[in-house]
């Protein structure tokens, strides 16, 4: 295997088109803050002592909250309680969102620095039916720019279509993991009330 260096790189891959460096603005212009209203997914990125880690964030609405053209808020609602993100974050505060709106084939990606706060007033702001989120992020951003939309048409990830068939459900991977200690039949049948019910 030939393992390549920067300069290999560089070599292959020449220097990157106007349009791909002047994208890159170093806070959310009004074009990025329409995608990133919009948007009801997104992914964070995080880095730790442990590695790296990219964690799904959605909602039924917009997915963040834009404080100002540098700040970006990002509830942390329910989920598995690993906290790997919020760990990372509160030791090595780089993160990037990266943003996805249904049917369009632009990416926004955001990258910057980030911390978890407990504030109460934040917290009660997003708050759900009387929920508030346990913590939010709070992410300082550095760079915004829109990601070639080549991999989203590559994939035909709107066309509709539904690849799911035959792929092992939640609860059979637990089971096959753990040797039947975790998970199973039970499991996937109980998983939807339990996310209805703990959704926020």
Same mark, same amino acid.
């Given at each position: ?10 070599? *292959? ?16 212009? $009004? ?35 834009? *404080? ?53 007033? *934040? ?18 951003? +550095? ?5 070639? +939309? ?14 799911? +068939?035959?792929?092992?459900? $939640?609860?059979?991977? *637990? ?26």
């Amino acid at each position: 295997m030939n393992w390549l260096k920067p300069e290999d790189l560089a070599r *292959l891959y020449g220097t990157p088109g106007p349009a791909s460096v002047e994208k890159v603005s170093d806070r959310i212009t $009004p074009d990025y803050a329409a995608f990133i209203e919009r948007a009801r997914f997104c992914v964070l990125s995080t880095v730790g002592p442990e590695g790296t880690d990219a964690s799904p964030r959605g909602d039924d609405g917009p997915v963040v909250r834009i *404080l100002d053209p540098g700040h970006i808020a990002l509830p942390d609602w329910r989920g598995n309680d690993r906290i790997d993100s919020l760990k990372n974050i509160t030791r090595d505060g780089r993160a990037s969102l990266m943003f996805m709106v249904r049917g369009s084939g632009n990416v926004i990606r955001v990258n910057g620095s980030a911390r978890v706060t407990d504030d109460a007033g *934040l917290r009660d702001s997003f708050a759900r039916d009387g929920k508030p989120p346990r913590t939010v992020i709070v992410l300082n951003v +550095a760079e915004v720019y829109f990601q070639c +939309a080549r991999a989203v048409i590559r994939a035909a990830l709107w066309a509709g279509q539904d690849d799911s +068939a035959g792929l092992p459900t $939640p609860g059979q991977i *637990l089971a096959r993991l753990t040797e039947g200690r975790v998970g199973g039949t039970e499991y996937d049948k109980a998983w939807p009330a339990r996310a209805a019910a703990s959704m926020w």
